[in-house]
């Protein structure tokens, strides 16, 4: 019951902000760059170290990446390359926020961690790869919204990460290294995962496209024995 309230008024408010975003007539594309511009703000704080800041703005930016489709669609002005730059730019404003943490761990201070640079590398990759091998998998026509850690639930918990990030020590606290590893392992997974659900889609296609094609083979191939055969003859 307390979680439907907490959801129906926050969609309440969420209502409320895109109707009034979609009466500015501002162009749903211009809401996706602008929230690219935000992270990329965010990027500059986490190499700065300021996880907490950077964890508060996180959660502004993912207002914005909300907002353009709903105010496309309350606007009539969904399109195809509405829904392409979106993916796109949200491609972006993932490896930002990603080179931002590295830099952070990368740089000569108390906190250096080669170990948390290569972890958040691998985090990095697994974000994109993540996207990619839906995408790859829907050009072939394939549903692949599978696996437990899409772009959702890593921004959550990056702004989790993030928001530890403050006080001093506490065992509740300074948890983003645990975040990153987490992120590190399940992106990963999520797209194993998704290779298995692509390649279990398309077992019975692929399979009867190959017996096709080795049928044809063989048909080509007593074809040429017959055009040999009556030409020796």
């Known amino acids: 019951m307390i979680s439907e309230a907490i959801g129906s008024g926050a969609k309440r408010i969420l209502d409320w902000i895109v109707r009034g975003v979609a009466r500015s007539r501002i162009n749903p594309n211009a809401l996706t760059f602008i929230g690219l511009l935000i992270n990329i703000l965010c990027a500059i704080l986490f190499g700065y170290g300021r996880f907490f800041a950077a964890g508060l703005l996180m959660i502004f930016a993912n207002l914005f990446d909300m907002l353009d489709g709903q105010v496309a669609r309350l606007r009539g002005r969904v399109t195809q390359f509405g829904a392409f730059f979106d993916s796109v730019i949200d491609r972006y404003s993932d490896i930002v ?18 170990v948390l640079v290569v972890v958040t590398g691998l985090a990095l990759v697994g974000s994109v790869m993540v996207s990619y091998s839906r995408a790859r998998a829907e050009s072939l026509a394939i549903g692949c919204k599978v ?4 772009r959702p639930e890593r921004v959550v918990l990056l702004i989790i990460g993030s928001l530890t990030e403050v006080g001093g020590p506490n065992p509740f606290l300074h948890k983003m290294p645990q975040v990153l590893w987490v992120l590190g392992v399940l992106s990963h997974w999520t797209v194993v995962h998704r290779i298995y ?3 279990r889609e398309m077992r019975e296609t692929d399979r009867a496209a190959v017996q096709a094609a080795q049928a044809k083979r063989e048909s080509t191939r007593g074809g040429d ?9």
């Open 225 to 233: 024995k017959l055009v040999r055969a009556d030409y020796t003859v």
């Open 197 to 199: 659900h692509t390649w």
């Open 147 to 150: 696996g437990f850690l899409e």
């Open 97 to 114: 926020v990603y080179l931002g943490i590295m830099i952070f761990y990368a740089r000569d201070t108390l906190r250096h961690s080669t």
